[in-house]
Nanobody
């Protein structure tokens, strides 16, 4: 099982980014996927989850209405569309599925 995130970077406050997580080594469509994030000195927090079929999603309170999780089961990829970014969204973002974590991708939002 392998998860590889991409799409992080530096963006100004109010901007947008889309993260991707490419999965391999398991039957992707059978499993829910999640995005987490961890800011310096803080605990890792859940950002969003999506079911295997992509028909149900859940979001952390701090990102509701701004972030959207989605998936393309044909491409074995889960996405996180992040809009209206704030400096407090600065963190390393991790993809998680089947109990396995990706390596993380840094998102930095400047004020």
């Amino acid at each position: 099982v392998q998860l590889v995130e991409s799409g992080g970077g530096l963006v100004q406050s109010g901007g947008s980014l889309t993260l991707s997580c490419a999965a391999s080594g398991f039957t992707f469509r059978y499993y829910g996927m999640s995005w987490f994030r961890q800011a310096p000195g803080k605990e890792r927090e859940l950002v969003a989850t999506i079911t295997g079929a992509g028909d149900r999603t859940n979001y952390g309170d701090s990102v509701k209405g701004r972030f959207t999780i989605s998936r393309d089961n044909a491409k074995n990829t889960v996405y996180l569309q992040m809009n209206s970014l704030k400096p407090e969204d600065t963190a390393v973002y991790y993809c998680m599925g089947l109990g396995v974590w990706g390596q993380g991708t840094q998102v930095t939002v400047s004020s």
